[in-house]
DNA sequence: TTGACAACTTACTAACTAGTAAGTAAAATT
DNA sequence: AATTTTACTTACTAGTTAGTAAGTTGTCAA
C-alpha cells in the first residue's frame, strides 16, 4: 500500500514489463494491479481496456526511441558507435532477467492481439528500420561499414536476427545472443 | 460431425497450426473441438493437459526434421541447395497463411509457458542450429560459401534472422522475409 | 466552507479457461 | 456371445479473464 507518485507511469513500467516476459496474452490486469498493491478496477481507471493499455506501451516505446535518436549524444556518434548503442539497447533488455523485444514479442501473437495495437508495433518496427537503414548507408558512404547489397535489405537482416536471437537466448543463454551481435559485426565492419 | 481417420493426428496439426498462429497461450481446447466438431473433453481424452499437448506437437516437430535431414533427398544435395531447402521450410511457413517458426513462437512466450514445453523447444533449436552449423562448415569447406568467424556463430545469426525474419513478415509483409533470405544469401554465397 | 474532481475501492458480471467424473455406444478382442 | 477397450458426450467445477457501475475518500480550487 505504497503511495504512488506517477500511478500511469507506473502501471506503463509493469506493463512493459509484462509484454517482453510474458507476451500479451501471458498477462493481465490481476498481475499490474497485485504488484502495485491495488485493485483491479484501478488499472482499468486509468486504462479503459487492455488494448488501449498495449498501445500506450507501444507509444512511449515509440516517443522514447525518437528522443533517443534525436538527442546530440546519440547524433554525433561515429557509425560504428551508434550501431553499437543500437545493439546496447538489446544487449540491456537481455542482462536485465531475460527481456525480448517488444515488437518480437508482440508480433510472435500478431494474430490474437487487437486491431489497432498491430497499428502500433508496425509503426514501431518501421521507425526502428528506417533509423538503421539510414546508418548502415551513411556508414557505408562513410568507408565503416562494408554489405552487399540495399541498405535495407542489410538492415532488416541484421534487426531480424537481433529480434530472433533475444528469443534464443532464453532458451539457450545469453552468451548465444553475444555470438550473434559478435557474427553482425564480423559481416559488417571494415 | 466428419468421421476422422486418425483423431491424434489431425488434433496435432490443429494445435500446430494454433500455436504458430496465436501462440501458446492464444489458443484454447474450445478452438480445436469445435474445429473439429467434437466437445472439449474428446481433446483432453487424447492430451489430458494442454503442456502435454504442446509437448506433443514439438516433439512430432522435432521427429519430423530429423527424418527430413536424413533422408537422401535432402543429404545428398549440394551445400547451396541444402540451405535453399532450409530457406524453403521458412519460406512456406509464410506462404501458407502467415504462420512463424514453433521455435520463435514459443521462444518469445518462454515465460509464460510450462516447464516441459520449455525443454522440447530447448531441444528442438538445439537440433536446427546443429545441422546448419554443420552445413556452414561443410559448405565453407567446400568452397560453396565465405564467412568469417566460427560455424556456430553463423549459423545462430541465420537462425535467429529466419525467425524474427518471419515474425516481421506478419507486421510488414512477405517481401521483406524475401529481403532477409536475399541478403544473407548475399552475405554468404561466394 | 463548499464543491468539484481525481484516484481509487467494493462488488459485481458474463465469458472463457483447463481440467474432471461419470455415462454411452460402437468396435475390437476373447 | 460376452467382455473389454476406444473414443467419445454430458455435465460439471474452480479459477481466471476483461470490463463495469456505483460508492468512497482525499486534495485542491473558488
Request: net charge positive.
Given at each position: ?157 541484421i534487426?531480424s536476427s537481433l529480434?530472433g536471437g ?14 550473434v ?10
Amino acid at each position: 500500500m505504497v503511495k504512488i507518485e506517477n500511478s500511469t507511469r507506473t502501471i506503463l513500467n509493469l506493463a512493459e514489463s509484462l509484454l517482453q516476459d510474458k507476451g500479451f496474452n501471458g498477462f493481465s490486469y490481476a498481475h499490474i494491479a497485485s504488484e502495485l498493491g491495488v485493485k483491479n478496477a484501478a488499472i482499468h481507471y486509468h486504462y479503459p481496456t487492455k488494448e488501449a493499455l498495449g498501445c500506450a506501451v507501444v507509444k512511449r516505446y515509440r516517443d522514447r526511441f525518437q528522443l533517443w535518436i534525436n538527442n546530440s549524444r546519440v547524433k554525433n556518434l561515429s557509425p560504428k558507435d551508434k550501431l553499437d548503442w543500437f545493439f546496447s539497447i538489446y544487449t540491456d533488455m537481455r542482462a536485465d532477467k531475460g527481456k525480448v523485444c517488444l515488437v518480437g514479442s508482440m508480433e510472435a501473437e500478431f494474430n490474437s492481439i487487437p486491431e489497432t495495437l498491430r497499428g502500433e508495433v508496425k509503426a514501431l518496427h518501421k521507425e526502428l528500420l528506417a533509423w538503421l537503414q539510414t546508418l548502415l548507408a551513411e556508414g557505408r558512404d562513410a568507408g565503416a561499414f562494408k554489405f552487399n547489397g540495399e541498405p535495407a535489405n542489410k538492415a532488416v537482416l541484421i534487426h531480424s536476427s537481433l529480434q530472433g536471437g533475444l528469443q534464443m537466448a532464453r532458451a539457450l543463454g545469453t552468451k548465444r545472443f553475444q555470438d550473434v551481435v559478435e557474427q553482425i559485426k564480423l559481416d559488417l565492419l571494415v
